[in-house]
């Protein structure tokens, strides 16, 4: 049974992504990949499921996949 | 088929021909869509109005060419919005691509039971005429003059004056109000040194319009990354009369002058098109910015349109803003001039109209974003969401090619109110009413005159200065404007935007709500 939700889930998905580039504005390459994995393991954390967290990084490589 | 251009004839205005004219309750400068529309908007409410315009032809090239579903009905209320439509290539569908995939898919008109369509697609230069005739079915109240130009502005505490160029010398014309439709780069608002603040992004977009027969489907086309357009974007949109709209992104460093030329415009288009012959009929090339003015009313000049606020193109919301600024501002000069209301609810124009701006500004400034991503984050992010929309649904909807013109819903403010919650959200007072089938009709060809209480399954009260509308509701009606209750009290603005609500009303209530939406 998948765990990971697929569908959309967020409310103003386009507000979001607009303060997510505020959140970067800037920053140094380096510093804005910091960030990122900072963010990664706080969601990761509140997220606080192991199968969900296991699905989401395989749907990541996955779509990294097609080059 | 490519459009021939009629030139509107050129007479000379009566102060030049010796006959003096008083000041005038109305002087709009600009015959473009917004000018036009205001003044028809006007003469059904009455108002006489006289029209500057510095051309004698409608718009060159087809420029704006989305008209949104509100934009629409707003037409259909000046009596040109079933025409439009007939001649109009209506669609709803937009599909976006990224590389040689399909990431998205909208439908922009998913319920039915509205006289509107989605969306249609017609040239700025028919939308222009067709407005220009309308103009002439007023000739008491519409006074159109082309090739007068506006050199100067005069502005005092209740009138103001614009000193008037033509082919027969200058002369002088006083208004009570100045409505400025100049468009994007409005001398009105350079004259008066006014600030137009915003955001420039540095990108250039090649615009073309070829003639081409072609089968495609009337679907809004958008392709991210597109294997015939190396790496940058590309949207195509089909117009009336075999005329088909060619977007390219071409990168900040692009020469226009060079990119304009024939003999690199073809191969471009030839990419997309295949071998199907095709001629160039209009090609331009352009900067998006997002900019606004900080007021749109300066004491008794008013700026209505690309000359208050302009976006970048990609989502529709530049001539559908523009016709919604009309909307707002027509009954409210209407009221002001027949001494209904004072000035200040032409403050509640500035009010309204800036939220809408502001709205359509972020809406368009956050697509420019996604298809112009700066290096660092920003690509990094698009790039993401490119990638995942292949494989998962939440993406999907996160590629922002353009979203598309929505008419806003008015803030809080002592104009709007009061709310019964239990109602609908989506007529809500503020918000533009939903249209629904009525027996006969349509429910918005039945909110034309003034202000309107309408009864849902009641008896509408008896107020002064409002018409009264019984209607029992059916399924659509009920849907959009009564949910569970058994029964409700509407009033509504003249322009079809929802003042005040109630699940009961009397006469009282419903009047001090109307008070109060005129500003009294």
Redesign the interface.
Known sequence: MAKLIREPNLPDQDGFYAELLVAHRGLSEAESHALDARLVLILANHVGDREALREALALAREAGADG | MRYAYEEFPYETPPPLRGAAEGRKPAVIVGAGPVGLALAIDLATRGVPTVVLDDNNVVSVGSRAICWAKRTLEIFDRLGVGERMVAKGVTWKIGRTRHRDREVFQFDLLPEDGHKAPAFINLQQYHVEQYLVERCRDFPALIDLRFRNRVTAVERFGAHAAATVETPDGAYRIEADWLLACDGAGSPIRRMMGLDFAGELFEERFLIADIEMKADFPPERWFWFEPPFHNGQSALLHKQPDDIWRIDLQLGWDADPDVEKRPENVIPRIRKIVGDRPFEIDWVSVYTFQCRRLERFVHGRVVFVGDSAHIVSPFGARGGNGGIQDVDNLGWKLAAVLAGEAGPALIESYDAERRHGADENIL?SA?AT??MTPAE???R??RD??L??A?????AR??V?SG?LSLPCAYPPSPFIGPDDPALPVASAPGRPCPDAPVEGGWLLERLRNGFTVLGLGAEPPEVPGAARLRLEPGPHLRARYLGEAPSAIYLIRPDQHVAARWREAGAEAVAAALRAAKGA
């Open positions: 809406n956050r974003k996604f660092g984050a920003e990094r992010y993401a969401v990638a995942l292949g494989h998962a649904p939440f909807r996160m922002n979203r």
